[in-house]
């Protein structure tokens, strides 16, 4: 990548994008993709947004209406990406433990409509490490996938970069106007621009964001070593997760789900827990993860959340407590709706996913935000038959 902005091209761009984080680099993609020259400009050295902060979990069967249609497209330029760009990806689909009948009756409720395989306890428990005895039931959401989140956005870059795509690396935009970029480093001009800071939107637009709503939602994670019975070979959903995904948490099943949570678990429905595990190649388990919304992200951690967190583990997958290798905060950008998209000035668009469904949803929304800022249609993805 150009970390060395002094190193200036010959600056004739068809699209400037601002933003390295997943949505960024899914415009880039989709501009690279009509053949259109590409910059993007970001003030960070590395990426380390909440794209490289969150689980990996391409939580693409528990999406709803204008989400499952952007999460189904970005299936397919995630299965291409990781075989252009050689980064982790397994078609691992997601494990749902159900712990209570009323978990049951919400799963049977959302399998009506395909995708969603039920399991019985006694499958859910050889499908994953579970303590014996927590599951009454569970399920399989087939179409999902798993990446490492720690590498997929860095490779996805390189691969652009390779592909002719320009990074302006520790380069701030500062403010934008049609056709015109002004960064810390000099203006960018460029017909068409696309505003993809994610939960930082109120820095540079400050007026749209609070128009909009979005505030962020900071997020308390962990990286443990834990002495699980088995590997861990897809996302783990609880009921917890259920009470929050679209798909789910529409249906009339999840108003006693969410009820009978809360009234048990005050504590866990004070930190607005999403009971939630990925595990990473090399065998460590992210843990997660609390929500707090606010106009600011609290840089101070509550170490009774995370020990909730800690407890959590340790009962569900009935280990001793696991060593924690890593703490950390992720941001995301927050509000009412769960899609930001605005023309800001002819031929510039802000766009954000404005809920915790980014890494699902970012590349097929990025996609559609090119085609609408661009003019030109989609090109078809052509690889996925043979990632399958
Ligand atoms: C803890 C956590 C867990 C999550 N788990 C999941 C999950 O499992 N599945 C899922 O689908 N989603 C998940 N999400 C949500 C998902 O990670 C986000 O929705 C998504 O990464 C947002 O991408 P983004 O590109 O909008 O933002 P970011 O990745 O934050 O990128 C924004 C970029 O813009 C840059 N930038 C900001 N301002 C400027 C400026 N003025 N000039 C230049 N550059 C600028 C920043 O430096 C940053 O690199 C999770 C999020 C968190 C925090």
Redesign the pocket.
């Given at each position: 990548m150009n970390r060395n902005p002094g190193q200036r091209s010959s600056d004739a761009f068809d699209v400037a994008i601002?933003?390295?984080?997943?949505?960024?680099l899914g415009a880039a993609y989709a501009a690279l993709r009509r053949g259109l020259r590409v910059v993007v400009?970001?003030?960070?050295a590395r990426?380390?947004?909440?794209?490289v902060?969150?689980?990996?979990?391409?939580?693409i069967g528990a999406q709803e209406g204008e989400a499952s249609a952007y999460a189904d497209a970005g299936r397919a330029l995630w299965l291409q990406l990781a075989r252009e760009a050689d980064f982790w990806m397994r078609e691992s689909g997601t494990l749902i433990v159900a712990r209570h009948a009323d978990e049951l009756r919400l799963l049977e409720a959302a399998a009506v409509d395909g995708g969603i395989r039920l399991l019985d306890a006694r499958e859910i428990e050889a499908a994953s490490p579970l303590a014996p005895g927590i599951a009454v039931g569970g399920a399989r959401v087939e179409v999902d996938l798993q990446t490492n989140p720690r590498v997929a956005a860095e490779r996805i870059a390189r691969h652009l970069e390779s592909q002719g795509v320009e990074f302006r690396m520790r380069?701030?935009?500062t403010a934008v106007s049609s056709g015109r970029v002004e960064t810390s480093r000099g203006g960018v001009d460029a017909p068409a621009i696309i505003v993809?800071?994610?939960?930082?939107l109120d820095?540079?637009l400050p007026d749209l964001a609070h128009e909009a709503g979005v505030e962020r939602c900071a997020?308390d994670?962990m990286r443990v070593q834990a002495a699980l019975a088995r590997p861990l070979d897809a996302p783990l959903l609880t009921g917890w997760s259920l009470v929050r995904y679209g798909r789910f948490a529409r249906l009339a099943e999840a108003a006693p789900v969410r009820e009978r949570l809360h009234a048990e678990r005050p504590d866990l429905a004070a930190i607005d827990l999403n009971q939630m595990y990925t595990q990473l190649p090399d065998g460590s388990l992210l843990l997660?993860?609390t929500h707090v919304r606010d106009s600011v992200a609290s840089p101070f951690q509550s170490e009774d959340a995370q020990q909730a967190i800690l407890d959590e583990a340790q009962v569900i997958f009935g280990i001793s407590a696991p060593r924690v290798i890593e703490r950390w905060q992720?941001?995301?950008?927050s509000a009412a709706r769960e899609f930001l998209s605005r023309e800001i000035a002819p031929g510039a668009h802000a766009i954000?996913?404005t809920t915790?469904?980014?890494?699902?949803c970012?590349l097929g929304f990025a996609e559609q935000a090119v085609a609408a800022a661009t003019g030109l249609p989609l090109p078809a993805v052509t690889h996925e038959q043979d990632l399958r």
């Open positions: 601002v933003g390295s984080g997943i949505v960024g400009i970001e003030r960070g990426i380390a947004g909440a794209s902060r969150n689980f990996g979990h391409l939580c380069t701030s935009a993809a800071v994610g939960h930082d820095h540079l997020l994670m997660g993860d992720g941001v995301y950008a954000a996913v915790g469904i980014g890494m699902t970012g």
